[in-house]
């Protein structure tokens, strides 16, 4: 019924730019949030940023001034522009949405990841 599909991850050196998005799809009713999450190796997935339904952007501390969150609304898209890109941002990036479809179900879904590496 719903899904949703990364883009935009790869390869870059420290201190390159990347820009993901992430696509909602299916008999989806209304969107709340929507966010990013990451995982590194052998680490928890931890929220990166997330945007409200009235468009309010939240990040982790270890991104503020990197990395920018937006939404096209019109297209149930989310994008992560990362700038100055780390190391230690190396991880997979999870699209998550809090969505509700058109037969009430009120859930989270996740997209299935995009692999981002940053070599030194």
């Known amino acids: 019924q719903v899904q949703l599909v990364e883009s935009g991850g790869g390869l870059v050196q420290a201190g390159g730019s990347l820009r993901l998005s992430c696509a909602a799809s299916?008999?989806?009713?209304?969107?709340?949030?929507m966010g990013w999450y990451r995982q590194a190796p052998g680490k928890q997935r931890d929220l990166v940023a997330r945007?409200?339904?009235?468009?309010?952007?939240n990040y982790v501390d270890s991104v503020k001034g990197r990395f920018t969150i937006s939404r096209d609304y019109a297209k149930n898209t989310v994008y992560l522009q990362m700038n100055s890109l780390k190391p230690e941002d190396t991880a997979i990036y999870y699209c998550?949405?809090?969505?509700?479809?058109?037969?009430?179900?009120?859930?989270?879904?996740w997209g299935q990841g995009t692999q981002v590496t940053v070599s030194s």
């Open positions: 945007i409200t339904n009235s468009g309010v952007p």
């Open positions: 299916g008999s989806i009713f209304s969107i709340n949030h």
């Open positions: 998550n949405a809090f969505l509700s479809t058109y037969s009430r179900r009120a859930d989270d879904y």
